[in-house]
């Protein structure tokens, strides 16, 4: 499942690529490049980076559909996901034990019929992309990865 990049979190789109967004509180970090705001993290790649930099910003919710129900995703392998149950799924998904504070499922990938990312602005930072990203439909993903 390398196909699902980012599960949730803060990103930010700085010269056209996607990467974590992380306020620069390292000591170390905020000597050297103190005139910096944040920390773009992906790509093999940590740089600073201030805040007009910045081509879009947003938090992101990965979400996929199983047998019907919307589950957060919170964790993925190379076969499939790990998936949060809601008390209305609990059940269907054979979890009894959702409020000991363990609702978490898995299923394969092919178990999983729609994948998508819900993204939401960070304030303070321009939101230029779309709300909803999907990223797998009626059980055919929609890049071009084998």
């Not at 930010?12 to 920390?39: G, M, P, Q």
Request: charged share 35%.
């Amino acid at each position: 499942m390398k196909r699902i990049e980012h599960i949730i979190g803060r990103y930010a789109v700085f010269d056209k690529k996607t990467y974590e967004i992380n306020r620069a509180s390292n000591i170390e970090f905020l000597n050297k490049y103190s005139n910096f705001e944040w920390v773009l993290r992906g790509n093999n790649e940590e740089f600073p980076v201030n805040s007009k930099q910045i081509e879009s910003a947003f938090y992101v919710r990965t979400i996929a559909e199983v047998d019907g129900y919307e589950c957060q995703v919170v964790g993925v392998d190379e076969k499939g996901c790990f998936m949060g149950a809601s008390e209305e799924s609990a059940e269907h998904f054979g979890i009894d034990n959702i409020s000991k504070g363990n609702p978490y499922f898995y299923r394969k990938e092919e178990e999983i019929e729609n994948i998508w990312e819900e993204r939401n602005p960070i304030e303070g930072f321009p939101f230029k992309t779309e709300k909803v990203v999907y990223l797998k439909m009626y059980g055919e993903w929609l890049d071009k990865e084998d």
